[in-house]
């Protein structure tokens, strides 16, 4: 009885550890622990309407996280992700309003965007500049560009049809299809990210650039590709944004680079490149959602909540990297 | 490989060549002409020098808050025979607001509109430009302790008790009401808490119920909502002070459907849109129109304070004669009723104008 005991209790004990070995693991026990502290302090927080709302939140910022964090992996970092949702939202919306279908509209608002993505990758690669700087200056040129075609007036898209409404406003069965995109874009990035040819080469480049051209790896296609990449996963967001909200606000997306650095960075990527699983990412996302919430629903005061939820990020980005370290060294 | 490089540099220079002859075509000022005044009324005082030039000097000079001011202060500027022009910064930083205000200054013009996004950072530099003579007054947001002529603006206290009574008589004056902020733009903060004072001292059946940040994001206000109403499935209201929040909790209270009353100060098309459609209980907005023509009568009288002698100390003090520390411009409750007449683009239609771009 007493071994069976004593064995049940390794086995625990072993499973945590397992658990905690994984590399998203204490990240997890965090967001698991704030839920279980919420969920005696508010009796509201474990409603699925609550869990609906927070999972809206972060969903298509999700979509704007997942290209950056292929974009840290790589070692680089994009700027302009805020900017650049934001001027698909107004190209796509200013051409419905010009008398485009809004399917088309976006789609051209989509080219687009891979087309800034194309350019910073050949700014990076060819001409040699940083991407901190070029996407800093396409943040800029893409946030003007928006001032431009809306004249800085938001634009009204209240004339959008059912059919488009749908991407950000519908729902199959309980689920609201946001999410179910914004699902299906983490899923199937992770799994590439872990396991794809092309995407392993993004690690490996960010890794160590020499000695991934060494082993034929064109570091200059992988640049352009994740740019490219990046630039147009934003484009979407500001797309389901335009059709959730019926507008197109030209500072919209103001500070989204900062937070999807922050998920990315709470969720294990690396600022120097080669490390990062978008699965970890969506998880420091969804760790922000959470903390904002439940600051709501706990009623503290406005003035409190930017200095809780900093103490709070800085506590769990701290734990997991220690723990992180731990796993390098055993 | 020399080659290679020669022509990079070429590309360059030529892009960083095409890059400035597109700024300095962008950078060119346009001023709005003064009408052609007949010739017997230019012994009016009320007749400037077509040479005087008048600049209104904002931040994030993209908002349209601004396009409705400018419109009325460049109509003011064309009727009293002067120039005005349009600047100031896209961004929100007061280090470049205040490099525009410099660029202001050292052309010597005969006065400024000034927003001042951070009262004390523009102590200074007013008091210099008083003392170059060049009045500036303030619209919107002041700089009380700086030696500016006047400050124009709406009240925001009267702007969020309208907004407390206005849901209040809607909700037969008992029930639960929420707020969702900007905290630290100091015209919202005012706003904010003119609406709970007004509801807790006014309203004894009413209660504040929660309170969020939302930081002028429509996707942070949904949330906040969805989450407000969680926790409080009796809301009847929700106030915020400026519309870009109003956008998101709009939607979350159409998603929710609970009779939630969405209201804020300011307006944009979309939210007049909401607001025809009964998606949106209503808004509060300052006549900004009369800020802009006051502001720059205030202005002209400034710069031209010889046409009056007040019965004060203001020779020996050194103030301007012409000086009022705080006018109203007064404000607008936009309801599905007259929201029609609050669109920018059918204003600018109407007037037949090019907005802020003459």
């Keep these: ?330 | 490989m020399k080659t290679k490089f020669k022509n990079m540099i070429a590309v360059l220079i030529m892009l960083a060549l095409v890059a400035t002859f597109a700024l300095t075509g962008c950078a060119k000022e346009e001023a709005a002409t003064p009408v052609a005044v007949a010739a017997d009324s230019t012994d009016s005082p009320f007749v400037g020098d077509p040479s005087e030039t008048y600049y209104m000097c904002v931040m994030v000079s993209g908002v349209e808050y601004w396009f409705p001011v400018y419109e009325m202060m460049k109509q003011a500027g064309q009727q009293l025979g002067v120039k005005t022009v349009y600047t100031g910064t896209p961004e929100y930083d007061v280090n470049k607001q205040l490099a525009v205000f410099e660029q202001i200054l050292a052309k010597k013009p005969a006065g400024i509109l000034l927003h001042p996004m951070n009262p004390d950072a523009f102590i200074e530099p007013i008091n210099r430009a008083a003392e170059m003579g060049i009045p500036v007054v303030t619209f919107a947001a002041d700089s009380p302790n700086s030696k500016r002529v006047s400050y124009i603006t709406s009240d925001n206290v009267r702007e969020g008790e309208f907004a407390a009574d206005a849901i209040a008589a809607d909700m037969g004056e008992k029930g639960e009401v929420a707020v969702l902020e900007n905290p630290g733009q100091d015209n919202h903060d005012l706003r904010i808490k003119a609406f709970i004072n007004r509801i807790e001292t006014k309203y004894p059946d009413m209660e504040v119920v929660a309170r969020a940040a939302t930081n002028q994001d429509p996707n942070k206000a949904y949330q906040a909502l969805m989450t407000i109403a969680q926790a409080h499935p009796n809301l009847g209201g929700v106030f915020m002070p400026e519309a870009s929040s109003g956008m998101g909790a709009a939607q979350a209270a159409v998603e929710l459907d609970t009779g939630i009353r969405v209201m804020c100060c300011d307006i944009n098309a979309k939210v007049l849109d909401m607001i025809k459609a009964g998606e949106f209980f209503g808004a509060i907005n300052p006549n900004q129109g009369t800020q802009g023509y006051y502001g720059m009568l205030m202005l002209y009288l400034a710069a031209h304070s010889e046409m009056i002698d007040p019965m004060n100390d203001w020779s020996q003090a050194g103030f301007n004669p012409m000086g009022m520390p705080f006018v109203d411009n007064g404000l607008a409750v936009v309801t599905a009723e007259n929201a029609d007449f609050f669109y920018w683009d059918k204003y600018l239609e109407k007037r037949g104008t090019k907005g802020i771009n003459e």
């Design chain 1, 1 to 330: 009885m007493i071994e069976n005991i004593k064995t049940g209790k390794n086995g625990f004990i072993d499973l945590f550890n397992k658990f905690r070995n994984f590399r998203e693991g204490t990240l997890i026990l965090i967001i698991v622990a704030v839920c279980v502290l919420m969920s005696f302090l508010s009796p509201y927080f474990m409603t699925w309407a609550n869990w609906k709302a927070i999972f809206l939140s972060f969903s298509t910022e999700g979509i704007v996280v997942v290209g950056m964090t292929v974009m840290l992996v790589l070692g680089g970092i994009d700027l302009s992700v805020g900017a650049v949702m934001c001027l698909a939202m107004c190209i796509g919306g200013k051409l419905f309003l010009l008398g485009v279908n809004p399917w088309l509209a976006s789609l051209i608002a989509l080219a687009i965007c891979a087309g800034i993505g194309y350019i910073q990758g050949l700014l990076v690669t060819k001409v040699g500049l940083v991407h901190f700087i070029t996407t800093l200056a396409f943040m800029g040129i893409a946030r003007g560009a928006c001032f431009v075609i809306t004249q800085g007036t938001p634009l009204s898209l209240f004339t959008l049809p059912q059919s488009f409404k749908f991407i950000g406003q519908g729902t199959i069965g309980p689920l609201p299809f946001v999410i179910i995109i914004f699902l299906v874009i983490v899923i199937v990035s992770d799994y590439m990210l872990r396991n794809s040819t092309v995407l392993r080469k993004v690690f490996y480049s960010g890794s160590n650039e020499k000695a991934a051209v060494f082993s034929g790896i064109r570091v200059s296609r992988v640049k352009i590709g994740v740019s490219v990449l990046c630039c147009t996963l934003s484009g979407l967001a500001g797309i389901i944004y335009m059709s959730r909200f019926g507008a197109s606000t030209p500072g919209f997306g103001v500070g989204l680079e900062m937070t999807a650095i922050s998920a990315a960075v709470i969720g294990g990527a690396s600022l120097t490149g080669g490390e990062g699983t978008v699965f970890g990412s969506i998880l420091g996302a969804a760790l922000l959602s959470i903390i904002t919430s439940s600051l709501i629903l706990l009623d503290v005061s406005v003035y409190w909540q930017d200095l809780i939820k900093g103490c709070i990020l800085l506590f769990a980005v701290s734990v997991d990297h220690i723990q992180h370290m731990r796993r390098q060294a055993g």
